[in-house]
């Protein structure tokens, strides 16, 4: 069976319009259909109301900033969603790090958001904006990635003792097909030793920014209210398995910003506790307060997520990747980016070997100095240029360096930082090597969560 949700024909702007199918839903703007699919035996146990009040929140959060690259209407064909504030938000909080991107002036991007952002309508219809659910204090859905924080909330609920279904969630797969490729041999390997099902959903409507009949570029706009847009398209899952909890992985530092004039950039300001708060605002008044997102490691920084997995769940190391290869033939890591640079200096700093995660290369080579932000203050990857970024690195490196790592940047690390970072070593250790904040960890784990982590850091 199914449904169109359609739009004024005569209505002038560009058009946004779906249809629910046996398997998801799929979109249509600009001439082009984007598509969310689900398991079929799944999609089928769904309400009727649940698949459109989900699929039209989702739209909603990934299509709304388009307003920042085109100034026509967008004509919704589906009801006002209770996301739009919460997308809003997001949208002008994450505009410093676009403008960063796009190499435009905050103030310039700020300006077409509030002009364009009222430039919208939506069908008079009284869908329901709360889901019918029933769920499980004890069951959850865990989005795994295989990046160390995902597979790092997998060993801690897997020992919490929790009933845990993972979803891996495909998107983009065209544009980024060397990674899918080492990914799929990763699934097979770990659901075959881990003796555990994993249930899979399809996502390619990030690709309407890469749409070239848009009038305005802006860099790196899929990733704006991303984390929303993860957590509403695996609500399915949540409501077939009854599970009340969503697991994602914010790490404390995602939380970090910069200063760039009177704007901080976060580099991922969507998973942020600032956001996460507010998300889940959001989802409690959706879900009738059944359903709550959830990041076991939001209170802890890198050094302190490596350093778990090494001592406490080592097995899980040889699944880690964490970054996106252009090449299908050779390696899952690329050795070209500060991904691969920061994976190892922590594995290092925490007395891990980085030929079980797979790597090859010796990262302490001078040609990689280039790659961390303790050795190259001009490094352009946002998500490097936090100040504590930096500091989080100094400390690993002297880490590292008491272990007795060799190598021409531990060299130069010697002769440089070593003095900067004895110096600094207790403020270092208070922020990094301390649990931070929680915001979205429910309290029935907490007390057992902070134990494990209090008993591993001593370890570090």
């Avoid at 069976?1 to 799929?26: C, K, L, V």
């Avoid at 409501?239 to 994602?248: E, I, M, P, Q, T």
């Avoid at 500060?338 to 079980?356: E, R, W, Y």
């Avoid at 007390?447 to 001593?458: F, G, H, N, P, S």
């Amino acid at each position: 069976m199914t449904a169109s949700e359609g739009i004024d024909p005569n209505s002038r702007g560009t058009q946004i319009s779906y249809q629910i199918n046996d398997d998801g839903f799929s979109v249509e703007i600009l001439g082009r259909k984007y598509i969310v699919s689900y398991p079929k035996n799944l999609y089928a146990t769904l309400d009727e109301n649940f698949k459109k009040l989900v699929a039209e929140n989702f739209i909603y959060c990934r299509v709304k900033s388009l307003a920042l690259q085109t100034d026509q209407a967008l004509v919704f064909g589906l009801s006002k969603p209770l996301v739009k504030d919460l997308v809003s938000f997001g949208i002008v909080n994450d505009i410093p790090r676009l403008a960063y991107f796009t190499k435009v002036e905050t103030e310039k991007l700020l300006e077409i958001f509030e002009g364009n952002k009222d430039k919208e309508s939506f069908k008079n219809s009284l869908l329901k904006q709360d889901l019918a659910i029933k769920t499980e204090s004890n069951k959850v859905i865990l989005s795994l990635s295989f990046g160390k924080d995902s597979l790092l909330s997998y060993g801690l609920l897997k020992e919490l003792g929790l009933d845990m279904q993972i979803v891996y969630v495909k998107e983009m797969e065209g544009l980024n097909n060397p990674e899918e490729h080492f990914k799929t041999q990763i699934i097979s390997e770990f659901t075959k030793s881990e003796a555990v099902s994993m249930e899979f959903l399809k996502d390619n409507i990030d690709e309407i920014f890469y749409d070239h009949q848009l009038a305005r570029p802006v860099e790196d706009l899929e990733n704006t209210n991303g984390m929303l847009a993860f957590t509403l398209e695996v609500l399915p899952f949540a409501y077939f398995h009854r599970a009340k909890y969503l697991v994602f992985g914010n790490e404390a530092n995602f939380s970090d910003y910069y200063q760039v004039g009177a704007h901080k950039i976060y580099p991922s300001f969507d998973q942020s506790i600032f956001y996460s708060r507010e998300e889940n605002k959001v989802i409690s008044k959706l879900t009738n307060g059944q359903m709550q997102m959830v990041s076991l490691v939001e209170p802890i920084y890198n050094i302190v997520e490596m350093g778990i997995l090494v001592n406490r769940y080592p097995e899980l190391l040889k699944y880690m990747m964490s970054c996106s290869p252009k090449d299908s033939q050779h390696d899952r890591w690329c050795y070209d980016c500060p991904m691969c640079a920061k994976s190892f200096i922590f594995l290092k700093a925490v007395g891990g070997n980085p030929q079980v995660s797979g790597f090859n290369q010796d990262f302490f080579k001078v040609g990689y100095k280039n790659l961390y932000p303790l050795f190259n203050e001009n490094i352009t990857r946002a998500y490097e240029k936090p100040p504590a970024v930096r500091d989080e690195q100094l400390l690993a490196f002297l880490l590292a360096y008491r272990r007795g790592a060799k190598g021409d940047l531990m060299s130069l690390f010697e002769e440089k930082y070593l003095a900067e970072a004895a110096k600094r070593e207790a403020e270092l250790r208070q922020k990094f090597l301390a649990i931070q904040p929680m915001v979205t960890v429910p309290d029935f784990i907490k007390d057992r969560l902070v134990d494990i982590y209090q008993e591993e850091i001593i370890k570090i």
